[in-house]
């Protein structure tokens, strides 16, 4: 079935590089999407990457994808007090690409 | 800038009532917009796709009857919560995709429903 996994929390020091993880079953996934939710807000789509590609670099964030463990990766270099928000995982399915499914979210707090 | 504008914001009335949600997509069409639930501290959860001049599809479990789609237009989809309980209170958000080239969904700020 459809299925996207993530840890729940992550708690980094500010100015140190968070790295959220993120685990998919379905192999037939055309993109793979990270979203922000702060408090309150709608969800701001962060980046996405192609299913075949490995990965994607834009600005201070870096998306790894393992196609072959189904393992998606979001690190955010440098991070700061505006990082702090619920990131989610999601997945497209099909070719038209149009349902997504999320993953459970993961809430990053910044340390100082 | 937003190029899906969801409205209202947010909304507070008693129960019984019932509330109509709008989503636009603002430069672009969509034949398809989605429409989603989001509970306290959960994920979205998928309630159903709204198809430009056809009846909506419903995920499983999502009263088709409680939860009205119409998508008149290219650029609109409006979901109503008919008769509005305290247990449907949530953060509703819509989103829309391009129809012409192979874009991301975009989503909407959401719009938050408390029933008294």
């Known amino acids: 079935g459809e299925d996207v996994e993530q840890s729940l929390f992550l708690s980094v020091r500010e100015g140190d590089s968070s790295v959220i993880n993120c685990t998919y079953t379905?192999?037939?996934?055309?993109?793979l999407y990270w979203y922000k939710q702060e408090p309150g807000a709608g969800l701001q789509l962060l980046t996405y990457i192609f299913s075949n590609m490995d990965m994607k670099q834009d600005q201070r964030l870096t998306v790894l994808l393992n196609k072959k463990d189904k393992h998606l990766s979001l690190r955010i270099a440098d991070t700061q007090t505006g990082d702090s928000a619920i990131y989610f995982c999601?997945?497209?399915?099909?070719?038209?690409?149009?349902?997504?499914?999320f993953g459970s979210g993961t809430r990053l707090s910044i340390r100082p | 800038g937003a190029v899906v504008s969801q409205h209202p914001s947010r909304v507070i009335c008693k129960s019984g009532t019932s509330v109509k949600i709008e989503c636009r997509s603002l430069d672009f069409q969509a034949t398809t917009m989605f429409w989603y639930r989001q509970f306290p501290k959960q994920s979205l959860m998928l309630m159903a796709t709204s198809n430009e001049g056809s009846k909506a599809t419903y995920e499983q479990g999502v009263e088709k009857d409680k939860f009205l789609i119409n998508h008149a237009s290219l650029t609109l989809s409006t979901l109503t919560v008919t008769s509005a309980h305290p247990e449907d209170s949530s953060f509703y958000i819509c989103?829309?995709?391009?129809?012409?080239?192979?874009?991301?969904?975009?989503f909407g700020d959401g719009t938050r429903l408390s029933i008294l």
């Open positions: 989103s829309a995709r391009s129809q012409r080239d192979n874009q991301p969904q975009h």
């Open positions: 999601a997945e497209s399915l099909g070719s038209s690409a149009s349902k997504i499914i």
């Open positions: 379905d192999s037939s996934s055309t993109y």
